[in-house]
């Protein structure tokens, strides 16, 4: 709950929209587009609503039933990579491996589910919409949502041999942290407008101010979590023999 609590106090403090002079930290989405724009000439009428006409929709393109449903089980795939990442960051932290294994496993596997559910309607939707017939391999973003997913069903497969045979945990570890931070680094990519003339997905303009934010966030989480595995390294059970002894060690138990 540490971990997942310091997460949301790094995602709220985006939508903090503070200024000191050049120092932007993030951006209020309560902002009126008067207040964004104020010196532009039709907000300088008192009658600019009336103005403003109705847009033409949605446009067609999107308008189709797979995009509809795909952001919401993509971005619900995206955060439960969190769920992994804290459990792993808490079994290194409380040095108390077995006990976190059959949580760890559960979100492991809804993670992955969700998450190669989201992708796989995304490229349902590109097939069926785009005039080119085909999902956007070229898109750095579409490989940047692709490749947490690998390496998460990586650290699922570990984990599940862990359980079996007490291999394999510390690449369980590595597998789960950088699950979580691959998310926060296609985050990165994709809000900062770094690959503007690159990939469709990416945003521009506001979403510079938020850089330095998600590089404190993503190298933040990525120090504290390789920090803890290093620093236990020796004591993580990578063989029967070793799970035997450290469980009689620290429980007094086989």
Known sequence: MTIIAFSQVFLASTLLGIHWGDLKIGTTPFMLLRDQMAGAPIFQQANYLSLIQDGNGLNPLLQNYWMVIHPPILFLGFASTLIPFAYSVAALWKRNYDELIRPLLQWAVFSCMILITGIMMGGAWAYESLNFGGYWAWDPVENASLVPWIVMLAGLHTTMIYKSTGYSLKSTFIFFIFSFILILYSTFLTRTG?????????????????????????????????????????????????????????????
């Open 194 to 254: 770094i690959l503007g003339d690159t990939s469709v997905h990416a945003f521009t303009g506001e979403g510079s101010s938020l850089f330095y934010h998600l590089l404190i966030y993503m190298f933040l989480f990525l120090g504290t979590a390789l920090f803890l595995f290093f620093k236990n390294y020796q004591s993580i059970p990578d063989s029967k023999k070793k799970r035997k002894r450290f469980l009689l060690a620290n429980f007094g138990c086989l």
